[in-house]
């Protein structure tokens, strides 16, 4: 079986975010970027399905600038076989994510499309959910573990009142959740190897997707700094300060 994982470039999660001076976004130029760490646990599920013998080929794609080649080679040093790069300088919207991997989906005929249930740059957990409803495959998102059998899935979700688990015939749509797995660190060895591996270029226009922006940032603006805290010397003290901030009805 063949495995797609999407993986996104995004600004690393180490870094502390700063806004640009006009408000019209988050400053990208000379900030380290590194991979979605969300696509990274996908990564990670899709080597641990190859090493049990489910999976054969491992391919990760990536749709951006020629910089979101760095993230497919860490992609390919964890482990992965080929990349994919859908090269554009616009902004890419998870609609249209979703459009151009439906289109690579068709050409690729993976078995499973295994993803990370967001990206941290924007948060949306969107493009999934449309990949799966573009091509009418069944789906299960925010997956914290994952067993295929016999052509199923079966993936135990995370949600807002605990865990489900429900099985899916196979080919699916997979999103994942940070608890699925803790993602290896790549090898000196493999880091060389994956200099050698190939990555196949292409265009949205070449795969026939139309790149449109449907939204319209108006302002971006920072977090208000958190008030500091004071210490009190007794409980009695304590809940006189409790009494000035808190009404009771």
């Known amino acids: 079986m063949k495995v797609l994982i999407p993986i996104k470039h995004v600004i690393d999660s180490n870094i502390r975010i700063r806004v640009k001076p006009d408000q019209s976004g988050v400053e990208t130029t000379n900030v380290k970027m590194s991979m979605n760490p969300f696509d990274e646990v996908a990564i990670e599920e899709a080597l641990q399905l190859r090493e049990a013998g489910t999976a054969e080929e491992l391919v990760v794609v990536s749709i951006g600038t020629a910089q979101c080649g760095d993230t497919i080679r860490a992609g390919l040093a964890m482990g992965a076989d080929r990349g994919i790069l859908v090269k554009t300088d616009v902004e890419i919207e998870p609609l249209t994510a979703a459009k151009i991997l439906r289109a690579i989906v068709e050409h690729e005929n993976p078995g499973l499309v295994l993803l990370g249930k967001q990206a941290i740059d924007d948060d949306s957990n969107q493009t999934g959910q449309m990949l799966a409803a573009l091509l009418s495959w069944p789906q299960a998102t925010f997956a914290s573990n994952l067993e295929l059998t016999d052509g199923h899935a079966e993936v135990t979700r995370e949600t807002d009142g605990g865990s489900e688990t429900i099985n899916i015939a196979m080919p699916a749509v997979i999103t994942v959740d940070l608890s699925l797995n803790e993602p290896r660190y790549a090898s000196l060895p493999n880091i060389i190897k994956a200099r050698?591996?190939?990555?196949?270029?292409?265009?949205?226009?070449?795969?026939?997707?139309?790149?449109?922006?449907?939204?319209?940032?108006?302002?971006?603006?920072?977090?208000?700094?958190?008030?500091?805290?004071?210490?009190?010397?007794?409980?009695?003290?304590?809940?006189?300060?409790?009494?000035?901030?808190?009404?009771?009805?």
Do not use: Y
């Not at 050698?196 to 920072?222: H, Q």
């Not at 958190?226 to 009404?247: P, T």
């Open 196 to 249: 050698e591996k190939l990555i196949f270029t292409t265009t949205p226009e070449d795969l026939g997707v139309e790149v449109m922006t449907r939204l319209t940032i108006l302002k971006i603006e920072e977090s208000p700094m958190r008030q500091a805290g004071i210490k009190v010397a007794s409980v009695a003290e304590l809940v006189d300060k409790l009494r000035g901030k808190v009404k009771v009805t």
